[in-house]
């Protein structure tokens, strides 16, 4: 393979974000990139050279994760301001505001059919939303601290999630029951994602590892340390046998699974690296971190001259099956560690399209808004047209550890409790303690009301179209009797 192996080069970067780039996510036909910040801005990037982007401005708060609907008509966004928006990414900048968590909400993915979404929240809950209803349909509630992220696998079946309780689990969407918990970490887990065959999971921890389950068997089958810091995210590639990963050692590092080696170790960004995402069909991988910029690469290492390759193998009768990840020897656990004869690339030019156009606002737009759980979320938002660049301070957000006391954290290390940052003093801890205890519960008693509301009212329906049906029948059956009573006349 290493014949046909080229090295992944830096593409363009784009500068447009005043804070920390948190997330991003590539339309699935190539042709814009998404990208969030800690400046509560959404960010849609066009990839046409000196194409002018959009900025949508709605969130009140930190935005954690974008994901585009598998149609790319609609792109997702959740925020630290407790709710999900639901964009159009055009001129018009409409939005729907989703809200049934009540704390920051982490990740938002849709489902591969694009009907339903799944977030991960603070308030230690996952949950289901349906898109074209624009409603909240379930919880899954069985972590026990913040959520950190949450995946539906490619068939829509099962979801995915992990957080501070340092244990990533399998949901079943049929009976939304927790059918597995994986717990092999010495910290929090930070991400979680199914390869594109559903068969594996994926998780990376704040321990510095990146670990690989076969949902199948429930083993681990793979676990890398191939990191100095906490592994943020990862992503895997098209084919399944790639995967890129961002953390806060400043570097991205790209795995060869099938191999079971670290192959590349990219340099680009000045800071931690928060966001990484292949292409929809490979052949690109975006990144953003701390300092505020989203890079986009080409991937080149996965470009195979198939005619070479068919020709190689034209003797064969019966061609080899791909190689799964249970294949690859040894068989056992067993870590991978950093190599000798891996790659780093430490781009110097950082970009060949884009330059830094001045930022022209367009003007204001009211977003369109829903009542969800019938809670009153009338809100206004407007977009800024852009094609520049500026910058700002970059923030860091880390999240506390299982046991740990929540505490918010500077620059430099310094930390304050959440005490000491709102004034509160430290005798009226434990009576704080119980409140936020007693609300997690009454959180989870309105989650599952929401739930039999939404049975009663699907109920309902079902009902009334049975009456309608059984109405329209009764009517026929009658003008029957009627026709056969005439005719016998």
């Not at 339309?27 to 998404?34: F, I, T, V």
């Not at 065959?197 to 089958?221: E, P, Q, V």
């Not at 969800?372 to 009338?378: L, Q």
């Not at 505490?407 to 005798?427: K, L, Y």
Request: proline share 4%; with cysteine.
């Amino acid at each position: 393979m290493a014949s046909v192996m080229e090295d992944p080069t830096l593409e363009r970067h784009f500068k447009g974000h005043k804070d920390v780039v948190s997330c991003a996510d590539f339309s699935p036909n190539n042709k814009q990139l998404a990208s969030g910040s800690c400046d509560k801005n959404l960010m849609i990037w066009n990839l046409a050279p000196k194409a002018r982007a959009f900025r949508f401005v709605g969130h009140t708060d930190v935005i954690t994760g974008v994901h585009f609907s598998p149609s790319g008509s609609l792109v997702a966004s959740s925020s630290r301001d407790q709710t999900v928006r639901l964009w159009t990414p055009s001129i018009k900048g409409e939005s729907t505001v989703f809200k049934a968590h009540t704390a920051s909400v982490r990740s938002v993915h849709f489902s591969s059919d694009g009907q339903r979404l799944v977030t991960a929240s603070d308030d230690k809950s996952v949950k289901v939303w349906g898109v074209e209803r624009k409603k909240f349909l379930y919880s899954l509630n069985r972590h026990t601290n913040w959520v950190r992220c949450a995946r539906f696998s490619p068939d829509g079946r099962l979801v995915a999630s992990c957080g501070d309780d340092r244990t990533v689990r399998l949901w079943d969407t049929s009976s939304r029951q927790c059918i597995n918990v994986f717990t092999d970490y010495g910290g929090s887990a930070t991400f979680v994602d199914f390869n594109s065959s559903g068969t594996c999971i994926a998780s990376s921890g704040a321990d510095n590892t990146l670990k690989i389950w076969d949902i199948r068997t429930n083993k681990l089958i793979q676990h890398y340390r191939v990191h100095s810091a906490g592994v943020n995210c990862f992503s895997f590639h098209l084919s399944g046998n790639y995967l890129i990963s961002g953390s806060s050692d400043n570097t991205m590092k790209i795995l060869d699974l099938l191999e079971g080696r670290l192959i590349y170790t990219l340099h680009g960004h000045k800071g931690p690296v928060l966001a990484v995402t292949f292409s929809r069909d490979g052949d690109l991988f975006a990144s953003g971190g701390a300092d505020s910029q989203v890079l986009m690469w080409k991937t080149n290492f996965d470009s195979l001259n198939y005619r070479e390759l068919l020709s190689r193998h034209s003797k064969r009768v019966t061609p080899d099956p791909p190689p799964h990840l249970m294949d690859i020897y040894p068989r056992s656990p067993h870590r991978h560690t950093a190599q000798n004869g891996t790659i780093e690339i430490n781009p110097i030019v950082a970009d060949t399209q884009s330059g830094d156009p001045q930022v022209v606002e367009v003007g204001r737009v009211l977003f369109s808004t829903a009542d969800v759980m019938s809670h009153d979320i009338g809100t206004s938002s407007r977009y800024q047209h852009i094609s520049g660049s500026d910058s700002g301070p970059a923030r860091t957000h880390n999240r506390p550890k299982e046991g740990e006391d929540e505490e918010e954290r500077f620059p430099g290390g310094m930390t304050a409790s959440a005490a000491e940052h709102s004034g509160i003093p430290s005798n009226f801890t434990s009576t704080l303690e119980n409140i936020v205890q007693q609300l997690d519960i009454l959180t989870q008693t309105v989650a599952v009301l929401e739930e039999r509301l939404t049975l009663t009212e699907d109920k309902l329906r079902t009902c009334l179209d049975n009456q309608v049906l059984l109405l329209q029948q009764t009517q026929q059956v009658d003008r029957s009797d009627d026709e056969t009573e005439g005719s016998s006349v």
